[in-house]
């Protein structure tokens, strides 16, 4: 167990809608990281936030948001749902604001149908 | 932008084998290469990292190599285990003050036969 706690763990819904992905970091954890992983796509990095901004973009589509909250916990909110956006949502966290030093998540599995 | 490119896509190998997993990069200005190891229903964990500035770290029966002027790196696994079977991810990092660009290979699925 890696202590960043992902809900919930699957998702299903259908195109066109919008849903919240959600995130607790590591305690103590100010770094706040999102990653898509899809069969078509592999794994691509989404969004970093550190200590409640954003600190750095990836390969996020403008139908996708996040935010970090005074908590450090963060969301991932994603809208207009296609199929292609079926993929496992993977949220890691860092003390500080280097990725190298991240750890995973169990992943929210999202199936858009 | 930065293409890193993974082979092979699956390997099989014998209990007490060697594996071989090798990532090419394209973006020279790339410094950081860790490799993850990701199992069924998990999220990737980091096994072993090297730096740009270093051409080779082992961590037990892990190693990796880096050839900066081949933009290449790779993992080794000796002495493989079942435990080992697993899918791994190489990544190309730049890292650069406060900035940071992220790129993975596409995945080695690893099967160590007992």
């Known amino acids: 167990d890696s202590g960043v706690t992902q809900t919930p763990k699957h998702l299903i819904t259908a195109t066109g809608q919008r849903v919240t992905l959600r995130c607790s970091p590591r305690?103590?954890?100010?770094?706040v990281y999102w990653y898509q992983q899809s069969l078509d796509q592999g794994l691509q990095f989404l969004i970093q936030?550190?200590?409640?901004?954003?600190?750095a973009k990836g390969n996020i589509l403008e139908r996708f948001s996040a935010q970090q909250f005074p908590d450090l916990h963060s969301e991932l909110n994603l809208s207009s749902l296609e199929l292609g956006d079926s993929a496992l949502y993977f949220c890691?966290?860092?003390?500080?604001?280097?990725?190298?030093?991240?750890?995973f998540g169990q992943g929210t599995r999202l199936t858009v149908v | 932008g930065e293409n890193v490119e993974q082979h092979p896509s699956t390997l099989s190998v014998q209990e007490g084998d060697s594996a071989v997993i090798k990532c090419t990069y394209s973006?020279?200005?790339?410094?950081?290469f860790p490799w993850y190891k990701q199992e069924l229903g998990k999220g990737p964990q980091l096994i072993i990292d090297?730096?740009?500035?270093?051409g080779e770290k082992k961590d037990q029966r892990i190693a990796v190599t880096l050839n900066k002027t081949a933009k290449h790196f790779s993992l080794h696994i000796t002495e493989t285990q079942p435990e080992d079977s697993a899918v791994y991810f190489c990544?190309?990092?730049?890292?650069?003050?406060?900035?940071?660009?992220?790129?993975f290979g596409t995945g080695t699925k690893l099967q160590v036969i007992p």
């Open positions: 890691a966290s860092s003390i500080r604001g280097q990725i190298t030093e991240a750890f």
């Open positions: 305690s103590g954890d100010l770094s």
């Open positions: 936030y550190y200590n409640g901004e954003e600190r």
């Open positions: 973006d020279s200005a790339s410094n950081y």
């Open positions: 090297i730096r740009s500035n270093v």
């Open positions: 990544a190309a990092i730049l890292n650069s003050g406060g900035y940071q660009k992220v790129t």
